[in-house]
């Protein structure tokens, strides 16, 4: 398993993992005339698309999505499309290609099949992608107890449709699978209870049970988890 833990505190965490993050997209620019980076929403990356913002990158090459996003309108509080372009695609990262995962359609499961065509043509594997982690051991909006969780761990395509048991909104959702399609994982996490839950996940037992589990007992993708303490 090619897991690097990094225990980072406090407000240089944002910036040093922003760093990384800018050095492996400048690479992947550099090698291949174009970068991915796709983002989870909530609140541990805001800070670091802040601080992503502020690097000198060739924005005008990269591409930015989503890791998930809330079925709401993107002027929405809880919309990820908004903390994406309130946070990141400000300034010369404006020049960056947004892909929403948000459409007009009524809910995500009737949007879902032209999401599913557009993340499909885009350049995979993607370059970076950032997970966060909840308090049950979700990733993306692949949710313990989930109607849709076995679907999105063992499904080919690339997004899924979910409502998730607990928080609000139907959600769309990258799967296991793309996911997986990446050459980079970061996992941001923060505060002891967090660190508890992934202690637990790292230790073996079914993905079901703790769905970041998908991204941690795999060993074909680099995975660097920054574990904030405070
Ligand atoms: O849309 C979302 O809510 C996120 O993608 C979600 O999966 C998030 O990563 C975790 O819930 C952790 O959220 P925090 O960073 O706020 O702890």
Known sequence: MQTEHIF??????????AARIATLLS??????????????????????????????????KLIVTLVDER????????SNERLVRETLLQGPAAAAR????????ADAYAGQSAVEADFAALPWPFDIILLGMGDDGHTASLFPQGKELAEGLSSPAYTIAATPPVAPHQRLSLTAHAILQSRHIFLQIGGAGKKAVYDQALASGPVEEL?????????????EVWIAES
């Open 27 to 60: 690479d992947a620019i550099t090698e291949r005339g174009v970068a991915t980076l796709a983002v989870s929403g909530g609140r541990s990356p805001r800070p670091v698309l802040e601080a992503l913002s502020k690097v000198p990158l060739d924005w005008t």
């Open 98 to 105: 947004f892909v929403p995962m948000k459409n007009s359609a």
């Open 211 to 223: 769905p970041i589990r998908l991204a941690l007992l795999q060993d074909k993708v680099p995975v």
């Open 71 to 78: 079925w709401v309108d993107p002027v929405s509080a809880d």
């Open 8 to 17: 980072a505190t406090g407000a240089q965490a944002a910036t040093d993992i």
